[in-house]
């Protein structure tokens, strides 16, 4: 069994007590450690980010995924309006990931109405770009909490964890969250300006965001995300390193986050059903 197997089987595994948790009709948190904060907006336009997301209990799903992790703190999950500014973050301070409103509807407002020029469904520009934001964060977070050594920037590594760990999801759901986020990061990668500021920023340029997401997906299943390198996404040039980069990283999580799940490897394809089951919040 490979490492990339080896810890798909892991995290899939890790999955089962969340199985149990919705066959009760329970939140399935997975971890009392994990905290949820839906603060209701004061800008009316809000409203309906702040129902939908309550509604699909889209923190209590990235919560139970890092709940999976022996976390040795609590850690908040929190939906607010941030004076404008659309941002998101993790806190040191206070252990807390913060997702602004005015992130989400910036997410909604670039999203196609139907459909993308390039075939990427509405859902998957809301739904993708959310996911990956999240877990980006979530990324921070276990860096943080789990004093966890990163060689290389640490604004890179929280994009390889969150895009990592949803890749786990398998199937439709690695697909919305592959498209959609990257449809994002080609979208504000349009208004990037090509400057100063934007070579010395933590972050790398979203069209960088974008490649690394794109080769990761392929690296991680060749036939799934053919399309990415067929329809012309990602270059042949980097496309022939990314099984090498996509094991890079399974070899970092598996050696660093994997010690810390709760629950050890089981068994396969029923589990991974299970877990699409719970991403989809059934
Ligand atoms: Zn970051």
Known sequence: ???????????????????????RGAIAMGSDRIRVVYEAPKTAAYREIYDTMRRRRVLERVGAIIGLVRLPTRLTYRLKECAGEPNAWYAPEDRSVTLCYELVAGIQKVAPKTESPAGVSRHDALVGPVAQILMHESGHALFDLLRLPILGREEDAA????????????????????????????????????????????????????????????????????????????????????????????????????????????????????????ARGR
């Open 1 to 23: 069994m490979s490492v990339r197997d080896r810890l798909a089987v892991a995290v899939l595994a890790a999955l089962l007590p969340i199985e149990a948790a919705e066959a």
């Open 159 to 278: 994009d390889q964890v969150a895009s990592f760990a949803l890749l786990q999801l398998g199937g439709k759901e690695a697909r919305t969250v592959v498209n959609g986020s990257a449809y994002f990061f080609a979208t504000t990668g349009k208004y990037e300006p090509v400057d100063k500021g934007s070579f010395a920023d933590v972050h790398g340029f979203s069209w960088q965001r974008f490649y690394n997401l794109a080769c990761l997906a392929y690296g991680s299943d060749k036939k799934r995300f053919g399309y990415i390198v067929s329809k012309g996404y990602l270059p042949k040039e980097r496309a022939e390193g990314c099984g090498e980069e996509y094991d890079q990283v399974a070899f970092a999580f598996d050696t660093l986050i994997v010690p810390h799940l709760r629950v050890r490897p089981g068994r396969g394809e029923r589990l991974r059903r299970a877990f699409e089951g719970a």
